[in-house]
């Protein structure tokens, strides 16, 4: 008989059900253990077994494991949390984007700030409209939780340069309005810090 004249071989299942069975099954299960890398470790030691300096070391052993265990634990259910957040405060639209390929959290973010994070241009454009809104006198804003307040600079640790020169380094002076104070304020333009 040839080779291409068989059959495929067809798996058979050897069931232990009498001694005659016992060398062909044992044959089976070292040959599946020994592939595995298992065989040499059928005889499991007992705990009586060990010396009492091993004793010590396997108390040591299970009691950091049983830390690093619970350390996962905790971990895992943060994920978890954080997941349940991203899902459950985006909007219908923006699941399309997470939809496929995106089973963690850290490929969700990436995901979505991909699509839906503003620019770097966009911050820069928002924040000088922000600073021309603060060019005008507050009528009924209270000047306290203006966000220019949040930047103001000691002076002496500064030199100014004109609010249009948008160029390198990322950080613009400005004289603020006379109505905010006779100091100088700096305002950084941040790029997104999140990666």
């Excluded at 070391?57 to 905790?74: A, G, H, M, P, S």
């Excluded at 220019?148 to 600079?153: F, S």
């Excluded at 380094?169 to 700096?186: M, Q, Y």
Aim: aromatic share 10%.
């Amino acid at each position: 008989m040839s080779l291409s004249d068989s059959s495929p071989a067809k798996k058979v299942t050897l069931i232990l059900n009498q001694p005659s069975d016992w060398d062909e099954w044992l044959f089976m299960i070292k040959e599946k253990a020994t592939a595995s890398n298992v065989w040499h470790k059928r005889r499991a030691t007992t705990f009586e077994d060990l010396t009492p300096s091993q004793q010590k070391r396997y108390d040591y052993e299970r009691d950091d494991y049983k830390r690093q265990l619970k350390k996962f634990e905790r971990q895992d259910q943060a994920l978890k949390i954080l997941n349940s957040i991203i899902v459950n405060t985006i909007s219908r639209k923006s699941f399309t984007y997470i939809l496929t390929g995106c089973d963690t959290p850290r490929k969700k973010l990436a995901a979505l700030k991909k699509r839906l994070a503003p620019s770097d241009r966009a911050k820069e454009l928002e924040l000088i409209r922000q600073y021309n809104d603060l060019k005008k006198p507050p009528r009924s804003r209270d000047v306290d939780k203006c966000f220019l307040l949040r930047y103001r600079q000691p002076l002496s640790s500064f030199e100014p340069v004109s609010w249009y020169n948008l160029e390198s380094p990322r950080t613009v002076w400005a004289e603020p309005p006379l109505w905010l104070s006779n100091s100088l304020v700096c305002l950084p333009i941040a790029s997104c810090a999140c990666s």
